[in-house]
């Protein structure tokens, strides 16, 4: 009785497409040369057995034997007895002499901010949640879903988001995105080419975003007490203002108590649209994360929150809790720009969040970066001026000369943000003597291992050695 062949011999599917008049063995001998050479077949994949690719062409075993023999001899092919034909792997077709090239330096230490340290995401306790929820989740939860989410995460998020950041979150008005930026593109698209106020500072990236979808970027400033909201009163034109309340990005400051009733006053009063980014909102250490905005005024504001920084960002995984008018909105702008978000790990995140894993590694994680925002604040004690320390997972730092203390942090393979590259451009409305200078430091991103040694190298950085 003959052996069963190893799911390893059985080889790849393959198209081949012979020529009219070709013969069958120099046209099968030419379709796959041009396969090889094409890149169509990769170097190390496995051919089909030559008895399943005959039954499949309709040519004899010999055929398909002969052609596999004369690509082997001429290079194309190599075969190994009891494993199988292979792509043999070929010169480069352009292969020349070496040329000398130009590679950007690649940062022995990474202070830059914007990601949370991804050596710690759960994953023994997303792989539970990811088992739990596929062997309870519904035959139709692999079908098409709804635009705004699955119910499970919806449901989830709003018992979450209630008793953690203080956000009136019902069900129907969770719409699940993948990631912040999608959930600035679609609100965008609803206000259909409206004049949208972005805070300045603020992330370029995230203006582009506006624009992109069809927004006009206008300025708002930033002090120590969080955005200016008192320039919105001149801006008759501006429909919607986006804000860091928690914890302005870039410069660290939580928008003032004051500011924040003026801010819904003046979306109260202009029947104007706040758009809030909870980025990282529930790293707060001196004392219970500040709650969000949304909570004072429920029908005035956009929250978006996401994973990103208490899990990963590979997961785009966000949510968008929105006033009752713009739900059906932007939940059809969602079914026309990607119908839904990915349905398993919303159910995975769903049971991460009932289960209360998500509580416990948020914990964990705010006190692991506490102790590290510590380590940095000791490092620079009294000899900077350090701002944003309260909450989040990076710090600015003032400095006299950003582009000398840049080129030095270059020179000792240190990456980090700094504040200029963040300042909306000059003519938008932001005078050039406000714009103060300093970097932008993570200290999320690093591994726990190589933050001492980042810390010292910054420290030797800011002191000019």
């Given amino acids: 009785m003959s052996q069963p062949r190893a799911p390893g011999h059985v080889g790849v599917d393959l198209h081949l497409e012979f020529a009219v008049g070709e013969g069958r063995r120099g046209g099968l001998e030419r379709a796959l040369r041009d396969a090889v050479r094409g890149g169509r077949l990769a170097p190390g994949v496995l051919l089909p057995a030559t008895r399943r690719l005959a039954d499949e062409l309709g040519v004899s075993r010999g055929t398909v034997k002969a052609a596999y023999d004369q690509l082997v001899a001429e290079g194309y092919l190599s075969a190994r007895q009891g494993a199988g034909t292979q792509v043999a792997a070929l010169p480069s077709a352009d292969a020349g002499p070496p040329e000398a090239h130009v590679h950007a330096r690649v940062p022995r230490f990474d202070l830059r901010p914007g990601s949370p340290d991804v050596g710690t995401f759960p994953a023994d306790a997303w792989l539970r949640a990811l088992r739990r929820a596929i062997a309870t989740a519904p035959s139709l939860a692999y079908d098409y879903g709804d635009p705004r989410g699955r119910i499970e995460l919806r449901t989830a998020l709003s018992g979450y988001l209630g008793r953690a950041r203080g956000v009136l979150a019902p069900p129907e008005r969770i719409v699940i995105t993948s990631g912040y930026v999608q959930g600035l593109a679609l609100l965008t698209r609803v206000l259909d080419g409206a004049t949208i106020a972005m805070e300045d500072p603020g992330l370029p990236f995230h203006r582009e975003v506006v624009r992109r979808a069809g927004g006009r970027v206008v300025p708002v400033g930033v002090d120590e007490r969080g955005a200016r909201v008192e320039e919105l009163a001149a801006r008759h034109e501006v429909a919607a203002v986006v804000v860091t309340p928690a914890h302005q990005y870039p410069t660290g400051v939580t928008l003032h108590p004051e500011r924040r009733r003026a801010l819904t006053d003046w979306a109260r009063a202009r029947d104007g649209l706040i758009v809030e980014d909870d980025y990282d909102g529930e790293f707060r250490y001196d004392r219970q994360p500040v709650g969000a905005l949304q909570g004072m005024a429920p029908g005035q504001v956009a929250y978006i929150g996401t994973a990103s920084k208490t899990l990963g960002p590979a997961l785009r995984l966000g949510w968008m809790v929105l006033p009752p008018h713009l739900v059906d909105a932007v939940a059809d702008a969602k079914l026309h720009s990607d119908f839904h978000t990915e349905t398993i790990g919303q159910l995975a995140l769903a049971e991460l969040i009932t289960s209360h894993a998500y509580d416990r590694h948020v914990r964990a994680c705010r006190l692991r970066y506490r102790r590290r ?39 000792a393979g240190l990456a ?50």
């Fill in 373 to 411: 925002r510590d380590r940095l604040v000791e490092l620079l004690g009294a000899r900077r001026n350090v701002r944003g320390i309260a909450a989040g997972l990076h710090a600015l730092v003032e400095v006299a000369d950003e582009a000398a203390v840049l080129a030095r942090a270059e020179e």
């Fill in 416 to 465: 980090v943000g700094h504040l200029g590259e963040h300042w909306h451009a000059l003519g938008e409305g932001t005078a050039a003597e406000r714009r103060a200078q300093g970097l932008v430091v993570g200290y999320g991103t690093p591994r726990e291992r190589v933050y001492p040694e980042a810390l010292e190298v910054l420290g030797r950085v800011l002191e000019g050695g």
